[in-house]
């Protein structure tokens, strides 16, 4: 079974035990799971579950995975950003590492 879920703007494909990578948004001391109810869709062997827009009562569990130092807040590689202007001298680079948080995937229900 697969879902499709909408994050941040995003529409993400999930099936359990898969890891998804998602925005960072504020949690509460201690949470260690994420429950997706933007559902757009649920699919599997039988006729897929439309959603219009969002499928009812369905959701997506899953629990968060910390890095190896216990944070909850995973950076991706880095990306570097470059301005450059030719024969005018003008040149800029800056840095960048994109911030988010690991879901493991471990329930999709239907409601």
Same mark, same amino acid.
């Given at each position: 079974?697969?879902?499709?879920?909408?994050? #941040? #703007?995003?529409?993400?494909?999930?099936?359990?035990? @898969?890891?998804?990578? %998602?925005?960072?948004?504020?949690?509460?001391?201690?949470?260690?799971?994420?429950?997706?109810?933007?559902? $757009?869709?649920?699919?599997?062997?039988?006729?897929?579950? $439309?959603?219009?827009?969002?499928?009812?009562? @369905?959701? %997506?569990?899953?629990?968060?995975?910390?890095?190896?130092?216990?944070?909850?807040? *995973? +950076?991706?590689?880095?990306?570097? %950003?470059?301005?450059?202007?030719?024969?005018?001298?003008?040149?800029?680079?800056? #840095? *960048?590492?994109?911030?988010?948080?690991?879901?493991?995937?471990?329930?999709?229900? +239907?409601?």
């Amino acid at each position: 079974m697969y879902a499709i879920v909408e994050d #941040g #703007g995003t529409q993400i494909k999930v099936e359990e035990g @898969a890891l998804i990578d %998602v925005a960072i948004r504020d949690l509460d001391d201690g949470q260690t799971d994420l429950v997706f109810d933007r559902v $757009l869709l649920i699919g599997g062997k039988k006729t897929p579950s $439309l959603g219009r827009p969002y499928v009812d009562g @369905a959701s %997506v569990a899953g629990e968060l995975i910390p890095t190896r130092d216990g944070e909850l807040v *995973h +950076k991706a590689e880095k990306i570097d %950003v470059i301005k450059f202007r030719r024969r005018k001298g003008y040149r800029r680079k800056a #840095g *960048h590492r994109q911030r988010f948080l690991r879901v493991k995937i471990t329930k999709i229900s +239907k409601g």
